[in-house]
């Protein structure tokens, strides 16, 4: 993997939380994150593995917010989390396997990484989408510190995991 590919990735993962952040009050913005999602994929030398990947992580990255949601972590217009939060998840996830891979050995480094940077996104994120955060900023950053520290390991590791192919022998 070129250092070309994993700045212009670190670089995508930024656009696209901006965009996916700012598109909660901006919808047009969401569309063109799409546009960005396809072409990462098709910009990835195996697409396929990619797009498990993007899908394994968004799947748990869905539950993951529903479930805080539902548990009073935040507060969010409808029941569910929106759709800016639900397009966020793949677009974190297609930097696991290229600009986040150096965080997953050794261990510590992507549970460092993830009780720092996960709360960071989250309230900056809630902030700026209006997302309400019922237990207050502190008590949210230090559940999400603790949550992230354990949370972004395991999806280093399920982003990278390999899929057994039915077809071999």
């Keep these: 993997m070129s250092r070309a590919w994993q700045l212009g990735n670190a670089l995508w993962l930024q656009l696209g939380w901006w965009g996916c952040v700012l598109g909660a009050e901006r919808g047009w913005l969401l569309p063109l994150v799409g546009v960005g999602l396809c072409v990462h994929l098709a910009c990835c030398a195996d697409s396929a593995a990619e797009f498990r990947a993007l899908v394994r992580v968004a799947l748990c990255g869905w539950l993951l917010d529903t479930g805080l949601g539902l548990a009073g972590v935040f507060r969010f217009p409808g029941a569910l989390p929106p759709p800016w939060l639900l397009l966020l998840w793949p677009v974190f996830a297609s930097s696991l396997r290229h600009s986040l891979a150096w965080a997953a050995r050794p261990l510590w ?53 390999r899929q057994a192919n039915p077809h071999q022998t």
Excluded at 119 to 137: Q, T
Excluded at 143 to 158: F, K, N, Q, S, Y
């Design 109 to 161: 480094r992507g549970a460092v990484l993830g009780a720092l940077g996960g709360p960071l996104a989250y309230l900056s994120g809630a902030r700026l989408a209006n997302v309400d955060l019922p237990l207050g900023e502190l008590a949210s950053g230090l559940l999400l510190a603790a949550i992230w520290a354990l949370w972004l390991p395991l999806m280093l590791r399920l982003a990278n995991a």
